[in-house]
């Protein structure tokens, strides 16, 4: 689907309003990928149908710039029905377009962003925690607290380089 109204929006897990247009209002849906609303939820578009996977966890937009959205794939909610994901989408135009990072040497796949965050003052250094609570992902490595500082293009385990346990999930 393209577009949708707000009695079918489904499971949703993450809200993210552009802090210089409340009526734009992103969602990431656990099922669903992410959608935009630009009239305050009346309608809502779809932004990312053509990307790999539409299991969503966790969304955010840079507060010092408002077209840089991180959208973490795979939903966190340890259920039966919460799929895996890919890593982490970002986007430098509002949610036009998209790119996939997904993580050093891609261990973000199979796993699951529960939540992200990005920097109050640089919209390139985001956080995001990654676990392993989706249904057929992963168990037990590569969890833990991930930063970058070039906006998504590269990220660091933070958890695992303070020395703490990077084998449990992450939230």
Known sequence: PTSLNTGATGRQVGIAVDPTNPSNI???????GVWKTTDGGATYNSLTDGQA???????AI?????????????????AG???????????????ATWTL??????VFNRLAIGKISV?????????????DFAENGLCCSNTGIYKTTDGGLTWT??????GLNSTYPWS
């Open 26 to 32: 992103y969602i990431a849906a656990a099922g669903g």
């Open 53 to 59: 996977t539409l299991s969503m966890g966790s969304i």
């Open 62 to 78: 840079a507060p010092s710039n408002y077209l840089k959205i991180y959208a973490g794939t795979g939903e966190a909610n340890n």
């Open 81 to 95: 029905d919460s799929n895996f994901g890919y890593g982490v989408l970002v986007s430098n135009d509002g949610g």
């Open 101 to 106: 990072s997904s993580g050093p040497g891609g």
């Open 119 to 131: 920097d109050t003052t640089n919209a390139n250094i985001a956080y995001a925690s990654v676990n």
């Open 157 to 162: 385990n933070v958890t695992a380089a303070a």
